[in-house]
């Protein structure tokens, strides 16, 4: 999918654009066992519920891709033959009206999720009639529909005992303990929306947390290989990047990287293209040796990059450098600096001794108290 398609599914989570009929679910409790299993018509809801529902649901679409959404590939013969793929396309095909389907889909959450507390697994199924457009931007007839489900896997908190005043009688009630509905900490929706239309061979994946991407939780619902996730590729990278330039890694070098890089998420994000941004080892390479970085280290990180991530890899360039954050940091000091005046930070070694030096001018600042610098 790309971020195009991404954007058209989300506008789905909408009252007035949902063919979602209705939310199922459970309710499972710290010792993995089902509470309690629930429908809930759309009809039943106000309009605020609905709308917080499908908001609920929509959190499992959301983040970056190849970060936060991670594309879930089946081989040919995982569609053909196995049963992680069956379940998931019988619970599409039956509208997720399956009863044992769905329950032998709870049973493999449970089996496979561990979260402190209570947490509930949520399930919607919609229709969408995927209408073409004509040159000028006018809606045209519909080309085909995209069945597929979503799910959501949401903690429940419980809230505490409280006094709320009632304006009806001017004065303050108690109000109960009750469980509250928290954003899903992982979901998906299968089947992909690739070109505009279902890709039975992909799902999308969600994780709220990029340095944990559950790896039995995907391995238990797709048994597809474990992608590497954004914090894993972030220190595969830096890992390769230290041991490429050993000696020679230092503020310049490394600075020049993280602006190069960012200046590639830039223009990216300025040519306004739909497809993801990633970049090859070759294209990599590139930015090492614009950065200076000798023909021999360079072909010293080609092989480190073949350990660490495949020579075939590509990477997604924010999970390897955080475009709007540029931090140094010492064992007792951290020094935050904004990302497009990295030139204010230099190091230098007086008298023997590493300094990091920070050019200053006014409005300096300690612990909010205005200073002069002497």
């Known amino acids: 999918m790309n971020d195009k398609e991404l954007r058209e599914i989300r506008r789905r989570f909408r009252p007035d654009q949902s063919n979602i009929m209705g939310i199922r679910g459970c309710l499972v409790n710290e010792n993995r066992e089902i509470v309690t299993t629930f429908y809930q ?6 309009a605020d519920e609905s709308e917080k529902l499908l908001a609920i649901m929509k959190k499992s679409l959301s983040g970056g891709l190849g970060s936060n959404l991670i594309d879930i590939s089946f081989s ?19 509208a997720l009206k399956d009863e044992d389907a769905v329950n032998l889909f709870y049973n493999k959450v449970i089996e496979s999720v561990s979260m402190d507390g209570n947490y509930v697994i949520l399930l919607a199924y919609d229709n969408y009639d995927v209408f073409s457009y004509t040159a000028d931007g006018q809606k045209d007839d519909s080309t085909d529909v995209f069945s597929y489900i979503i799910c959501s896997i949401c903690p429940v908190k419980q809230m505490k005992t409280a006094l709320s005043f009632r304006d009806y009688d001017n004065s303050f ?3 109960d303990a009750d469980l509250m509905l928290c954003p899903p900490q992982l979901g998906f929706m299968f089947p992909s929306f690739d070109d505009r239309c279902a890709n039975i061979y992909g799902a999308l994946y969600y994780t709220k947390d990029i340095s944990n991407i559950n790896e039995m939780f995907i391995e238990k619902i797709f048994n597809t290989p474990l992608p590497m996730s954004a914090s894993e590729q972030k220190e595969s990278f830096e890992s390769c990047l230290v041991e490429t330039l050993e000696g020679e890694c230092d503020f310049e070098t490394v ?3 993280h602006e190069q890089i960012s200046e590639i998420v830039r223009e990216h994000k300025e040519s306004k ?3 993801p941004l990633t970049m090859t080892k070759k294209r990599l390479e590139e930015v090492l040796e614009y950065c200076g970085v000798d023909e021999e280290k360079v ?11 495949g020579s075939d890899t590509e990477i997604n360039p924010k999970n390897i450098v955080d475009v709007k954050k540029f931090e140094l940091a010492t064992p007792d000091v951290t020094i935050k600096v904004n990302p497009e005046r990295k030139e204010l930070v230099s190091t230098q070694i007086i008298n023997g001794v590493k300094y990091i030096l920070i050019r200053a001018a006014d409005g300096v600042e300690v612990n909010g108290v205005n200073i002069n610098i002497k």
């Open 41 to 46: 018509p759309m009809v039943k809801c106000t």
């Open 76 to 94: 040919t013969k995982q569609v053909m033959e196995s049963e992680e793929h069956a379940l998931l396309m019988n619970m599409r095909k039956s």
């Open 173 to 175: 009630h108690s109000i």
């Open 255 to 257: 600075r020049s990287v």
């Open 273 to 275: 293209d739909d497809e």
């Open 299 to 309: 072909g010293t990180f080609d092989k480190k990059y073949d350990d660490e991530f």
